[in-house]
């Protein structure tokens, strides 16, 4: 697997593992009009981020919410940041775990119950890697036919 492959599989992990659809707070206590005001903007897909942003900076204003929703999105970049940052250490430390996995499975001299171990250490060791390496290892077994 070329490693550019890995890491388009490692990143489609990581986002399968923390997209949400939420209602955000600032709306939670809103009448059900001014909801619909905002998730009919949020899923207009024929909108340009810029233009969704501008729609929904109006829709603020005209709500008496723009404070609120500038607080909104100061958070959510905030969050969005300290994902990315997340993201790309994981991501660095794929190829590290993968060998000492590799290590682990091609290990002819542990029996079954220490390779067990093995991997559970490795898991306790990297709780992110490891599920997103057993991720990619199956979803590669299955384009090869080797899905049983």
Known sequence: MTSSSFILLA????????S???TPPFLRNQPRNVQYGYFQIMRNLNL??????????????????STQYSNFLQQERQ???ALSQNMSRVISRLPQV???????LQNDVQTCAQELQAIQNLRR???QEVP???????KTSEAMGMDD
């Open 11 to 18: 990143i489609l992990a990581l986002l399968a593992l923390v």
């Open 48 to 65: 340009s981020q810029q233009q969704q942003e501008q729609q929904l900076a109006q829709w603020a204003q005209m709500n008496n919410l």
């Open 125 to 127: 060791q990297y709780p």
């Open 79 to 81: 969050a969005n940041q």
């Open 98 to 104: 993968q060998s000492q996995l590799e290590a682990i």
């Open 132 to 138: 997103i390496l057993d991720y990619i290892r199956e």
């Open 20 to 22: 949400a659809d939420y």
